[in-house]
């Protein structure tokens, strides 16, 4: 266990906006959580269901791959066929720990640069989510990145505290 404070308590990220700030530190948190629980678990305990529950890997690659998706929508532009077709193999997939954990520290360290792009940025400008363009706005993207992300991050912690203490 660390002995330093949680990121939003360390002082970090001064030079951007404070609500910026505030979703950088969330996922700078989530990555560390993931990191701490679920980076020790074997390929099998990644991909478990205890009791029927999504496995640690779906967690984790929904964390970075949602991210992709909510900072699409938050810089103005509509999915590609590619996150498409990630999004309909979330939960289908197998993964070894070596992909999955590539695929993660590469989508957290993307994430957390898209959204320090947004620094200067009108949080109030609108955006539409999805096919129908769901109204929401840049701010109100950004904040559901850091709590979407932190949901998913609870949820795999749990899981991976169960299927790695072998009670699958």
């Given at each position: 266990m660390s002995n330093q404070?949680?990121?939003?308590?360390?002082?970090?990220?001064?030079?951007?906006?404070?609500t910026i700030r505030a979703v950088i530190h969330a996922l700078e948190l989530a990555k560390e959580d993931i990191e701490r629980w679920c980076a020790p678990l074997s390929d099998e305990a990644l991909n478990a269901r205890p009791a029927g529950m999504a496995p640690v890997a779906?967690?984790?690659r929904h964390i970075v791959r949602?991210?992709?998706?909510?900072?699409?929508?938050?810089?103005?532009?509509q999915l590609s066929e590619e996150q498409m077709a990630e999004?309909?193999?979330?939960?289908?997939?197998?993964?070894?720990?070596?992909?999955l954990f590539a695929e993660f520290r590469r989508g957290m360290d993307d994430a957390i640069g898209r959204v320090r792009a947004f620094?200067?940025?009108?949080?109030?400008?609108?955006?539409?989510?999805?096919?129908?363009?769901?109204p929401t706005s840049v701010g109100g993207l950004l904040v559901h990145c850091a709590d979407h992300t932190q949901r998913h991050t609870g949820q795999a912690v749990t899981t991976a505290k169960i299927a790695g203490s072998g009670m699958t």
């Amino acid at each position: 266990m660390s002995n330093q404070p949680e990121p939003w308590l360390r002082g970090t990220h001064g030079e951007v906006p404070a609500t910026i700030r505030a979703v950088i530190h969330a996922l700078e948190l989530a990555k560390e959580d993931i990191e701490r629980w679920c980076a020790p678990l074997s390929d099998e305990a990644l991909n478990a269901r205890p009791a029927g529950m999504a496995p640690v890997a779906f967690h984790v690659r929904h964390i970075v791959r949602s991210l992709d998706r909510l900072l699409t929508y938050a810089e103005g532009r509509q999915l590609s066929e590619e996150q498409m077709a990630e999004l309909r193999t979330e939960l289908d997939m197998q993964t070894t720990h070596v992909e999955l954990f590539a695929e993660f520290r590469r989508g957290m360290d993307d994430a957390i640069g898209r959204v320090r792009a947004f620094a200067g940025s009108d949080l109030d400008q609108h955006r539409g989510v999805g096919r129908k363009g769901l109204p929401t706005s840049v701010g109100g993207l950004l904040v559901h990145c850091a709590d979407h992300t932190q949901r998913h991050t609870g949820q795999a912690v749990t899981t991976a505290k169960i299927a790695g203490s072998g009670m699958t």
